[in-house]
């Protein structure tokens, strides 16, 4: 039984196809409710999603909104897990895709592996005015704090995970701008059993021109606040070099960038 929370902001445009991701899931044995949580929008998302859960409900899923003030996505999952039903979590952001498959494999999976808390598979990676590819999570190389810390390879609306869990150590981290679900599944990395699901089973997309100069900026450094708290999952010369990796990566660049094209419109 799985509970599939799903935070939306200003989400009209994408939210649809959500809905018909979730509406055309094959060949599906365990109860589900879906968790729209809506994070104050002010376009047509509500009234979409109002629309997306008569359908729900017409094929005997269980569904429902909560409506909320805008404190960003952590909190909005937060909320959903909070008021979720279900052994099992499940997260699909508002501008996701799952394959029709997805929830009959991840299913039969958790049944056969009891003993495992955590199924992530692989996604394709749809990014505006970029090349595509395919994301490869649960690539653990090494021990699972170590291999998380250095890379986050657990995409959340690729991860289903054991809910009495989160509720044990805690949901995301509000007080973060960004990176939370990074700063959770690291939180929870020493008690994780990840059963590594080999096949794409949804896309993950970005939009660039989405991503403001302010948000690059506060994602660097809630970047290095989440690699010093969990340092002593690694050597300090893999501590050191992560920090040196997040202060040269492209994100400054970035931010940069978009400060300054900013100021120039700002000059007309």
Same mark, same amino acid.
């Given at each position: 039984?799985?509970?599939?929370?799903?935070?939306?902001?200003?989400?009209?445009?994408?939210?649809?196809?959500?809905?018909?991701?979730?509406?055309?899931?094959?060949?599906?044995?365990?109860?589900?409710? =879906?968790?729209?949580?809506?994070?104050?929008?002010?376009?047509?998302?509500?009234?979409?999603?109002?629309? !997306?859960?008569?359908?729900?409900?017409? @094929?005997?899923?269980?569904?429902?909104?909560?409506l909320?003030?805008?404190?960003?996505? !952590?909190?909005?999952r937060?909320?959903?897990?909070?008021?979720?039903?279900?052994?099992?979590?499940?997260?699909?952001?508002s501008?996701?895709?799952?394959?029709?498959?997805?929830?009959?494999?991840?299913?039969?999976?958790?049944?056969?592996?009891? @003993?495992?808390?955590?199924?992530?598979?692989?996604?394709?990676?749809?990014?505006?005015?970029?090349?595509?590819?395919?994301?490869?999570?649960?690539?653990?190389?090494?021990?699972?704090?170590?291999?998380?810390?250095?890379?986050?390879?657990?995409?959340?609306? &690729?991860?289903?995970?054991k809910?009495?869990?989160i509720?044990?150590? !805690?949901?995301?981290?509000?007080?973060?701008?960004?990176?939370?679900?990074?700063?959770?599944?690291?939180?929870? &990395?020493?008690?994780?059993?990840?059963?590594?699901?080999?096949? =794409?089973?949804?896309?993950?997309?970005?939009?660039?021109?989405?991503?403001?100069? @302010?948000?690059?900026?506060?994602?660097?450094?809630?970047?290095?606040?989440? &690699?010093?708290?969990?340092?002593?999952?690694?050597?300090?010369?893999?501590?050191?070099?992560?920090?040196?990796?997040?202060?040269?990566?492209?994100?400054?660049?970035? !931010?940069i960038?978009?400060?300054?094209?900013?100021?120039?419109?700002?000059?007309?």
């Amino acid at each position: 039984m799985i509970s599939i929370i799903c935070p939306c902001f200003n989400s009209g445009d994408t939210i649809d196809g959500v809905i018909n991701s979730l509406l055309t899931q094959v060949n599906t044995k365990f109860k589900y409710e =879906v968790i729209f949580i809506d994070d104050g929008s002010k376009d047509n998302t509500i009234s979409l999603i109002k629309n !997306g859960i008569k359908q729900l409900d017409s @094929k005997g899923i269980t569904s429902k909104i909560h409506l909320g003030t805008h404190k960003g996505p !952590g909190a909005a999952r937060n909320q959903g897990i909070n008021i979720s039903n279900y052994d099992y979590i499940a997260f699909i952001d508002s501008d996701d895709i799952w394959y029709e498959n997805k929830l009959s494999i991840c299913e039969d999976l958790i049944s056969k592996n009891p @003993k495992h808390n955590l199924f992530v598979h692989d996604e394709n990676y749809i990014r505006k005015n970029h090349n595509n590819r395919v994301i490869i999570n649960g690539n653990f190389e090494e021990s699972l704090p170590s291999s998380l810390y250095n890379r986050n390879c657990l995409s959340t609306s &690729a991860v289903i995970v054991k809910k009495d869990l989160i509720n044990k150590y !805690g949901g995301f981290n509000e007080k973060l701008m960004s990176s939370q679900d990074y700063e959770l599944w690291l939180r929870l &990395a020493p008690y994780l059993i990840p059963f590594k699901i080999n096949e =794409v089973l949804g896309e993950y997309r970005e939009s660039v021109n989405s991503i403001t100069a @302010k948000f690059y900026l506060y994602r660097i450094l809630d970047q290095l606040k989440i &690699a010093y708290k969990y340092k002593n999952y690694v050597s300090y010369s893999q501590f050191f070099y992560k920090i040196i990796k997040i202060i040269l990566s492209k994100q400054w660049l970035y !931010g940069i960038k978009n400060i300054v094209l900013r100021s120039k419109s700002h000059n007309y």
